[in-house]
Each structure stands twice: as structure tokens, then as C-alpha cells.
């Protein structure tokens, strides 16, 4: 079946950069999200790309595709402490567009 | 204030006892959407709902039930819980009826079955 895939840690300083990597397999993918999960809370929606662009760009958020590569990066610049949280890389499932296809989450701890 | 919530938030029980979870949206979502989320298996969905009455299989169905008899509600049943569904639980909804796209997540059960 189709797969998404993300390491699983990533450590980083208080202001600088972060960037969480993600790949697919699903090359039918319409739409490709990133949620966020704090501390004993729910996922809530970050962003998300449509199929056919490169990047978005929210505030400190960036998103990037390459399709060819089946890959997706999420940039925070900038990060803060509040930026703590696992982040899930999902794509929805081209054969099935009622679900979505999700990645294991990559826990980003931000070090003061 | 758009909400899903889900009720209880905290769950310890014994094997065979039923128990139900509820979950609630105010959204008028017609997409409704039940996970389990385990340590190194991540984030597995249950079971779905297109619209009232509507149910599908996710992919991990077995010793669940659910049903939606309006649409703001989408209670998960475990008949007969095992301790291997020891979990966390979150009920999800979107307003998209073709995908599920942009869900807004509830703030999750944690059941313990001993």
C-alpha cells in the first residue's frame, strides 16, 4: 500500500531553523498536509500544499514539494519553544479519497 | 466556539466490559472520523463516516463499532475491550464530503483495559 515516511526526531536550538522532512510514495496525490500535535492535546491542521505548487509560505512556515522526488520539507524559521510538538506529514489516498495516509510523526524538541 | 469534543477524556477499565466513547462537533461536518494513535505505530484509523447513516471500515476495524444516527455525533462502542486496545483515541471531523481534508481533531481518550 502507499506509505508516507518521516524521521522520527529532530532537535534544534531556540531561534534557529527547522526543518522536518517527509516522503511519499502515492505520485497521485492531490493535496499534502502537515498537522501538529502538542503535549497532550489533539492534531490541529498547520498547512498544506496542493499538488501542483512547489511552496507555500505562511509566517515562519514553508513549505516545500518536489514531486519528482516524492518529497515534502516543512521550514519554521525562526523556532520557539511553543514550536514543541510531534508534526504528522499526511497525502490523501488517491484511491481512496475519504482517508489520508499518514506519517509516524516527527518529534521536534526545541532546547532554550 | 468550533469544537470537537469527546468524552471521557480519561478511561481505565477491565477486559469484557463495554464501554462507549462519545464525540461531538458543532461544525456541521458531515465527515466524521474515529483513530488510535500507539507509540511507533502512529496515527490508525478506525472507522469513518461520510454522512449520517453512512459508516465505513478504516483500517483497523476489528473489536469496534460505530454508528451515526445525526451528524453531530459519532460514538465509538468496544463490545468487549482487550487490553491490546489500550490507546489513545481521537475522534476527528471535516467538512469535505469528498476527502478528508482539513480535520479538526478532538483532544483525545486515553483508555487503559486491564
Known amino acids: 500500500g502507499e506509505d508516507v515516511e518521516q524521521s522520527l526526531f529532530l532537535s534544534v536550538r531556540e531561534g534557529d531553523s527547522s526543518v522536518i522532512n517527509c516522503t511519499y510514495t502515492d505520485s497521485s496525490s492531490t493535496y499534502l498536509y502537515w498537522y501538529k500535535q502538542e503535549p497532550g492535546a489533539g492534531l490541529q491542521l498547520l498547512t498544506y500544499i496542493f499538488s501542483n505548487m512547489d511552496m507555500k509560505q505562511d509566517q515562519r512556515l514553508t513549505v516545500l514539494l518536489n514531486k519528482k522526488d516524492k518529497h515534502l520539507s516543512l521550514r519554521i524559521a525562526d523556532t520557539q519553544t511553543g514550536d514543541s510538538a510531534i508534526y504528522f506529514c499526511a497525502s490523501d489516498d488517491a484511491g481512496n479519497n475519504r482517508k489520508l495516509i499518514w506519517g509516524l510523526g516527527t518529534s521536534l524538541a526545541v532546547n532554550p | 466556539e468550533a469544537q470537537v469534543t469527546q468524552n471521557p477524556r480519561y478511561l481505565i477499565t477491565v477486559t469484557g466490559k463495554k464501554l462507549t466513547v462519545t464525540c461531538s462537533q458543532n461544525m456541521n461536518h458531515e465527515y466524521m472520523s474515529w483513530y488510535r494513535q500507539d507509540p511507533g505505530l502512529g496515527l490508525r484509523q478506525i472507522y469513518y463516516?461520510?454522512?449520517?447513516?453512512?459508516?465505513d471500515k478504516g483500517d483497523v476495524p476489528e473489536g469496534y463499532k460505530v454508528s451515526r444516527k445525526e451528524k453531530r455525533n459519532f460514538p465509538l462502542i468496544l463490545e468487549s475491550p482487550s487490553p491490546n486496545q489500550t490507546s489513545l483515541y481521537f475522534c476527528a471531523s471535516s467538512s469535505d464530503r469528498d476527502a478528508a481534508r482539513e480535520q479538526y481533531f478532538g483532544p483525545g481518550t486515553r483508555l487503559t483495559v486491564t
Open positions: 463516516s461520510m454522512n449520517v447513516e453512512v459508516t
